[in-house]
């Protein structure tokens, strides 16, 4: 955690000490100097350690850093990596908090020196609490602040936007890019290799700094998924994040030993980590930056529909393929648009979206044609685009549709194509804050990035329907199948274990039976029912179809015997070496009018399980149909997940056939992201195929591989599940017995209910002012948490059904830069005066200690003795806050719970 006097240090620190710099004309150490001294810090705050000089540019230079005569707020280090370490240990014996390593040498290099020499780094960092920046990278730029601690060639001008960059080389490219086209910047970091400050923290100052508007990220890894996440799940709620991740190729899938390993490569789980964080991401450079302009100089739109208002019918076209072929709408103009346009424009005019109001169009055209599509409730943006001609001045064109813009709130873009008549018009389209583009294509772009980033927000704050009935798992069962495994030295389940670990988690399978011998296998097909299914059982064999080991719909004993011998031979002249070890033996399944789908989960090396869905069946790598997501997930993750398929389509149904059974389909989803959230040692698994029809779904065949080494990691999922193990059952004096649980999503409806039966008083202790409505933003904010970041508990009826309440809610929010938390109580009048609130409180301590947390803390209204009291028992110290008239602090020191 890095507390927020440090992160000031890094972006706006008073005194800076350079230590290596020298006087050689081009070093790094003697740029970063000139930077510092053109920007906001003094030759008096700035002083050099390196024993070979006595003045550096003509600041002061000392033999050692216990020489220097202040404690600097930042050090920037640019000596040989095999110093760094002895120089971070006198650095944080001197007290400094906050150090930039330039110097490269360190894990980067490949050689196990440079490892070493990153972990005594680290090591030695630590002791003193100390935040490091690097090493390997370029450094800070804080034009905000006027700091420029880096060795960039450029400083660019102030700005709205943030930008974190691995790369210290294409942070540069960034900079050049962008002070050529007068793009701004508020804070700019390179973080380098990430030793110690990484995404999260850099996503958790640039979320709360009031000058960054919109923040771009230049990706090349993730190194700590859980923390990259919650950072920005956190961040992407508050502003636009836009992400451009290099390393699209993934060579290792290639080798992957299942069909979800196959199909779901690196980057297609980092587009899941993304997707499920609300991030926006883009394919290069140029769309990065067109993609923050739009966001930081329109506000959000309401309305996802484009209307194109163009002097050229042809550019229209392109603008309208282009808005098509990224998945647009093109807005349908009402009659009353059609029948105004018709006023103010000739006769010719296209008489449809693109408006095309003809090459002679000139300003007022186009201000008369744009300030009716600007009051049409049907479009959400206008997109303008000017061809140049000689019977119309561009520029007066232009000035018109600025003037239009400042009198709607309505999106407006601009394209005006060309280049010697065009430069003028965007300038003026820059100067007035209209975002402008050099091509329609580049403008359609921009304009998707601004319905994308209203997606998202609608999907980060959209409420998840609760299931009809909480679901039970036979948690006993498939750790018995699972332990065995273990205790036997097996990675791979076999079939009918890998069934029995479905089944009891209530995912529907077929009934398998495992034959040794020829004479078994005939049995079970008897007592089954033909016709039945044969499948060879191997641990050496992986996919059954590559070795010709199924066999399919066998109507008899013979067919059954048949079927063996064959399979044997076969298995025989393709894979020699693998050992047989008996048969599989099922009922056929009538798969007529069902789809075949494939379900998965991947163990990534960064994100951990990654859950798989898609179109299954022998041929499930050629038709490389399928969504991935992080879990867990909850009823509307899954059905995001399956929509963004090909085959969603044809599962809800087409011509005769009938839809399948979605709700089915989706709490197997559920199902098997509980089992990996349930099991550590879950590394790969694959149901396919899983049969589904208008009935229900049932799984064919399942494999299933485990970890069995003797200690697995824990807390592997990238995102913080639901934390089961705080549920506890309260009997209350009144004699009823009540659930307290953490809150979940699902909880809003029941939430606001809660709040629309609190009286006024109620109501006024707990917010300070009158809260007339609960609106759905405000109770998704309070009931889709992250639980790594705050908590909730909430008391319940013990049992979901028709007519639950929420009665009662504590709630901890922990400080993003401090072991610190902010603490709030509520419980409804229905259940007061039987020590409700005191419970609460005293378990939402308890978790607040097993977190690490040192202090709790809360503000309460004078009037409020019922919660004084309740915090006085708890052991709070009460303080009048003389700063908000009416109000005590209260606060609690925590000791850690071991």
């Known amino acids: 955690m890095i507390n927020e006097r440090k992160i000031m240090s890094f972006i706006s620190p008073q005194t800076v000490a350079v230590v290596g710099a020298s006087q050689r004309e081009g070093s790094l150490g003697r740029i970063i100097m000139s930077n510092l001294l053109s920007g906001s810090i003094a030759e008096a705050d700035l002083c050099v350690v390196n024993p070979k000089y006595k003045r550096v540019l003509n600041t002061a230079c000392y033999a050692t850093v216990a020489d220097m005569p202040h404690v600097p707020d930042l050090a920037i280090l640019v000596s040989p990596a095999k110093t760094v370490p002895q120089l971070i240990t006198e650095l944080g014996q001197k007290g400094v908090g906050c150090v930039i390593v330039i110097s490269a040498g360190f894990l980067e290099s490949g050689h196990d020196e440079g490892r070493l020499l990153e972990e005594r780094m680290l090591r030695e960092a630590r002791r003193f609490n100390m935040r490091i920046v690097g090493p390997n990278c370029l450094g800070i730029l804080s034009p905000i602040n006027g700091l420029n601690a880096s060795f960039s060639h450029l400083m660019p001008k102030k700005g709205k936007i943030g930008v974190i960059s691995q790369s210290g080389a294409m942070l540069t490219s960034i900079i050049d890019w962008a002070c050529g086209r007068g793009i701004g910047f508020s804070h700019l970091v390179s973080l380098g290799d990430m030793a110690d400050v990484g995404f999260p923290e850099a996503l958790d100052f640039m979320s709360s700094d009031s000058n960054t508007e919109a923040i771009l990220i230049y990706m090349e890894s993730v190194h700590n998924a859980r923390r990259f996440i919650s950072a920005a799940r956190a961040a992407s709620r508050t502003k636009p994040i836009v992400v451009l991740k290099v390393g699209r190729s993934d060579e290792g899938s290639r080798a992957a030993a299942s069909h979800t390993g196959a199909l779901a490569g690196s980057d297609d789980v980092y587009q899941a980590a993304f997707d499920r964080s609300g991030l926006l991401r883009v394919d290069g450079m140029r769309e990065l930056f067109y993609a923050a302009a739009s966001l930081t100089s329109v506000g959000p739109i309401d309305v996802e529909n484009l209307a194109i208002l163009t002097n050229g019918g042809g550019m229209g076209v392109l603008a309208t393929d282009a808005l098509i072929k990224e998945g647009g709408v093109l807005a349908a103009l009402s009659d009353e648009t059609i029948e105004r346009l018709n006023k103010v424009l000739p006769d010719s005019w296209s008489h449809a979206n693109p408006v095309d109001i003809i090459g002679d169009a000139g300003p007022q055209r186009y201000a008369d044609a744009l300030a009716i599509l600007q009051q049409d409730a049907g479009v959400g943006t206008v997109l303008v685009l000017n061809c140049p001609t000689a019977v119309a001045s561009s520029t007066d064109a232009a000035e018109a549709i600025i003037k239009a813009t400042q009198d709607s709130d309505k999106c407006v873009l601009a394209s005006w194509v060309g280049s010697a008549t065009a430069e003028t018009s965007r300038t003026l389209f820059a100067q007035h804050g209209v975002p402008n583009y050099a091509t329609p294509e580049a403008a359609v772009n921009s304009f998707m990035h601004l319905v994308r980033y209203k997606q998202n927000q609608d999907i980060l704050m959209e409420t998840p329907p609760a299931p009809a009935k909480d679901l039970q798992f036979d948690v006993d069962t498939a750790s018995k199948v699972i332990a065995t495994a273990v205790a036997e030295g097996r990675e791979w389940l076999n079939e009918w274990e890998a069934k029995e670990v479905l089944s009891a988690y209530g995912i529907p399978t077929v009934e398998t039976r495992m034959a040794r011998t020829l004479e078994e296998t005939v049995r079970f097909a008897e007592e089954l029912g033909f016709p039945v299914v044969v499948k060879v059982f191997s641990p050496d064999i992986m996919h059954k179809s590559d070795v010709r080991g199924v066999a399919l719909n066998l109507d008899s004993a013979e067919a059954v015997k048949q079927a063996v011998l064959d399979i044997k031979r076969a298995v025989q002249q393709i894979m020699p070496e693998a050992k047989i070890e ?134 592997r999922l990238a995102i913080h599940p639901y934390p089961q193990e705080l549920e506890e059952l309260l009997h209350l004096e009144s004699g009823k017995t009540y659930m307290l649980r953490p809150i979940r999503p699902e909880d809003e409806p029941e939430l606001i209910q809660n709040f629309e039966q609190l009286t006024k008083e109620e109501i006024w202790f707990r917010f300070f002012h009158v809260v007339k409505t609960m609106e759905h933003n405000m109770a998704a904010r309070f009931t889709q948490i992250d639980y790594d970041r705050e908590m909730a508990l909430v008391v319940t009826d013990q049992y979901r059904h028709v007519g639950w309440k929420l009665y009662a809610v504590v709630r901890l929010i922990t400080n993003k830069f401090e072991p610190k938390a902010e603490f709030s109580l509520i419980v409804n009048n229905a259940i007061v005066g039987q020590g409700v609130g005191t419970l609460l409180l005293a378990r939402i301590i308890t978790y607040a200690q097993s977190r690490g947390i040192e202090e709790i803390y809360g503000t309460v209204l004078s009037d409020n003795k019922t919660m004084i009291d309740i915090c006085k028992k708890a052991g709070f110290e009460i303080k009048v806050n003389y700063d908000e008239p009416g109000t005590v602090d209260v606060k609690l020191g925590l000791k850690h719970k071991e």
């Open 582 to 715: 008996g048969f599989a033996v099922q009922h056929m399944v009538d798969i007529k009018g069902a789809h075949e789908l494939i379900l998965g989960v991947k163990d990534d090396s960064t994100f951990g399980p990654v859950l798989l869905f898609g179109q299954g069946g022998t041929a499930v790598e050629v038709y490389d149909d399928k969504a991935l997501a992080l879990p867990p997930l909850n009823l509307k993750l899954a059905k995001d997940m399956v929509s963004r398929t090909k085959v969603y389509r044809l599962l809800k149904g087409y011509r005769e056939r009938e839809p399948v059974d979605m709700d089915a389909l989706l709490l197997t989803l559920i199902k098997l992201s509980q089992l990996v959230v349930d099991f550590d040692r879950l590394v790969e698994l694959d149901i396919n195929p899983l049969l589904a029809n208008e009935h229900g779904v049932i799984a064919l065949d399942a494999r299933i591989r485990i970890s069995i080494k003797k200690t697995v990691k824990k807390d």
